[in-house]
């Protein structure tokens, strides 16, 4: 679907850096909590930018990612992930029951705390590796992000996946390549080898189950025949690619916020136990990170924020706009890890709460006082400006954070 000359601002918006979102989410909150967008696509889209708007979003039912008429759906970009509809529009509802049956358990609150002693095993040895890069070259910036945010949530998510990590390289340039705004064909077909390596994986655990969620969900295809291998696969993928791609961007913008000034950096090395749990869900609030917002589509008319949705229409929800808005927030753009109540919905909202939010906490909580702990002067090596947003890329972030100590 193409859209005809259009006044409404295209997505992804300009931001000044890495740590504010965009300003012009502000002046679209005061203009309304639904607005007119045109995606990176250059189709029509509605924004949700308000925080009531957007959780009300979240918990109505009548909105989804599929489409009653998938070839008259706007396209959001030509990324192989969240550029259009997905699903089957007939047995979403039903579809998406049964996946939370298969992977609540597998990352429960529970089974992630038991988590949490390998999880600060292998963080450790990412600060060994930080270190280890200073010795080798002592007056040279480390790369925090290479070394500490992107391997982390890797070593994690592929142990929990049952995914080995011999292949990171890999899946982090299928992840790379699947999720950029542009990819085109190059996208889809890194989504279908993607996808072709789950399903090798996955029948790999088939013949010789293990104690992991890949070979969990095989087992699961007994009990539901609708859960097909290509489902499988999809699912898997999709996994694969949350697991690592949000948390490594958080672990770096985060250390950014408490970086970028310093005496933050010594209010959190005061009591790090005591200020880590407040801190993470600060930084969870104002980590702006995908460019376009969570893709939905109205499934009936509906009328959210005074405003009229019709059947199809695609609405875009913003979490990065939601959680900087000051009638929800005081002060919203100013970091405060002291912040309460912090009822941010950095993990969504409602039925549809992000499944790996405990275990993207259990690493955050985890990572913060070890990094600290054992680099007490840590200091960034450039300024906060001159570190690139990957504002083409489906989560955001950056791509490097160089820190010196």
């Known amino acids: 679907m193409t859209s005809t000359a259009n006044s409404a601002p295209q997505l992804p918006f300009d931001r000044p850096n890495a740590l504010e979102a965009p300003p012009l989410y502000e002046q679209l909150r005061r203009a309304g909590p639904v607005v007119r967008v045109t995606t990176p696509a250059g189709d029509p889209a509605w924004l949700v930018t308000s925080f009531e708007a957007v959780r009300e979003v979240f918990r109505d039912p009548r909105f989804g990612r599929s489409h009653p008429a998938p070839e008259q759906a706007s396209r959001i970009s030509d990324a192989a992930l969240q550029a259009g509809p997905s699903g089957d529009y007939e047995t979403e509802a039903r579809d998406h029951k049964v996946m939370r049956r298969l ?114 969900l095989v087992a699961a295809q007994a009990e539901y025949p609708a859960f097909t291998d290509d489902r499988l696969a999809m699912l898997a993928a999709g996994l694969l690619f949350a697991g690592h791609e949000t948390t490594a961007t958080r672990i770096s913008l985060g250390t950014l916020f408490l970086l970028s000034d310093l005496s933050r950096r010594d ?99 985890t990572v913060f006082p070890l990094l600290f702990g054992r680099f007490p002067g840590l200091r960034l090596a450039v300024a906060v400006d001159d570190i690139q947003v990957l504002s083409n890329r489906l989560a955001g972030g950056v791509d490097r954070v160089p820190v010196r100590w």
């Open 103 to 216: 992977l609540v358990p597998a990352f429960s609150a529970p089974r992630m705390r038991r988590l949490a002693d390998r999880i600060r095993e292998l963080a450790d040895g990412c600060l060994d590796d930080m270190q280890a890069a200073h010795d080798a070259n002592p007056g040279a910036p480390v790369d925090l992000h290479e070394l500490l945010s992107f391997p982390l949530p890797v070593l994690v998510i592929c142990e929990l996946l049952g995914v080995p990590y011999a292949d990171r390289a890999h899946f982090r340039g299928l992840s790379a390549r699947v999720a950029t705004f542009d990819g085109g064909a190059d996208a889809q077909a890194a989504l279908a080898e993607f996808t072709s390596y789950m399903a090798g994986l996955a029948e790999a655990k088939r013949a010789d189950p293990q104690p992991d969620v890949i070979s969990d």
């Open 267 to 365: 209010r959190f090395l005061a009591d790090p136990a005591g200020q880590v749990e407040s801190t993470v869900e600060e930084i969870l609030r104002m980590s702006a990170t995908g460019g376009t917002g969570l893709l939905r589509y109205a499934h009936e008319d509906v009328e959210i924020g005074g405003v009229r949705i019709a059947r199809g229409e695609a609405v875009l929800v913003s979490v990065d706009s939601a959680n900087r808005d000051a009638s929800a927030f005081p002060a919203p753009d100013r970091f405060d890890p002291a912040r309460k109540p912090n009822t941010h919905v950095a993990f969504g909202h409602g039925a549809h709460v992000c499944i790996g939010a405990n275990l993207a906490r259990i690493e955050l909580r």
